[in-house]
Antibody, heavy 120, light 113 residues
Framework: EVQLVQSGAEVKKPGESLKISCKAS????????IAWVRQMPGKRLEYIGL????????RYNPSFQGQVTVSADKSITTAYLQLSSLKASDTAMYYCARYIGGGGPALGYWGQGTLVTVSS | DIVMTQSPDSLAVSLGERAIINCKSS????????????LAWYQQKPGQPPKLLIY???TRGSGVPDRFSGSGSGTDFTLTISSLQSEDVAVYYCQQYYSPPYAFGQGTKLEIK
């Protein structure tokens, strides 16, 4: 069974950094791209970026470039999203998700989400 | 960037009735070389991550009930729920995956009338 298990909720102060993890299991980690998606309270889903865990090829939404870093450690089948210089506007739910396979970049499997709260 | 626009923003439908949600892309998301529309539909219930319902505009995801169907091509797409059930109350999102960044629509909130 494919599973993506994310790290727990975080409360941070403005200016701090944060690294969210997404532990994958139940499939060959290096065979499928993983995406990161943001959902601010009451808002639409936003695509942050992608990583191919096989070769660490990474793509970013230009709207997030420079503010986030996506990475992966295939030895422990875990993907990461690093957020730097946090602002109150980074308060959101962050999801990792995996390509469905055979369905192009449609996101067929999702983590449970990590709630990030940025507050002074 | 491709912009995805859904209509309506919210919808109330009686149990057993049909629900129709529309999605329009700012440019065609039909890839001519394989004749596939690069569009997905997701369902998100409160407190849960999104769930993939439809991909390639009309292919149902694993375990998705057949009352859910997707149609359309090019720039105009539709998600239809043929007979609304109480468990279908959710927000529905379309997403294009033709060209990065793979944008989502703003969502349509579906409620029971």
């Amino acid at each position: 069974e494919v599973q993506l298990v994310q790290s727990g909720a975080e409360v941070k102060k403005p200016g701090e950094s944060l690294k969210i993890s997404c532990k994958a299991s139940g499939y060959i980690f290096t065979s499928y791209w993983i995406a990161w998606v943001r959902q601010m309270p009451g808002k639409r889903l936003e695509y942050i970026g992608l990583i191919n865990p096989g070769d660490s090829d990474t793509r970013y939404n230009p709207s997030f470039q420079g503010q986030v870093t996506v990475s992966a450690d295939k030895s422990i089948t875990t993907a990461y999203l690093q957020l730097s210089s946090l602002k109150a506007s980074d308060t959101a739910m962050y999801y990792c998700a995996r390509y469905i396979g055979g369905g192009g970049p449609a996101l067929g499997y999702w983590g449970q989400g990590t709630l990030v709260t940025v507050s002074s | 960037d491709i912009v995805m626009t859904q209509s309506p923003d919210s919808l109330a439908v009686s149990l057993g009735e049909r629900a129709i949600i529309n999605c329009k892309s700012s440019q065609s998301i039909l890839y001519s070389s394989n004749n596939n529309n690069y569009l997905a539909w997701y369902q998100q219930k409160p407190g849960q991550p999104p769930k993939l319902l439809i991909y390639w505009a009309s292919t149902r995801g694993s375990g998705v009930p057949d009352r859910f169907s997707g149609s359309g091509s090019g720039t105009d797409f539709t998600l239809t729920i043929s007979s609304l059930q109480s468990e279908d109350v959710a927000v529905y999102y379309c997403q294009q995956y033709y060209s990065p960044p793979y944008a989502f629509g703003q969502g349509t909130k579906l409620e029971i009338k």
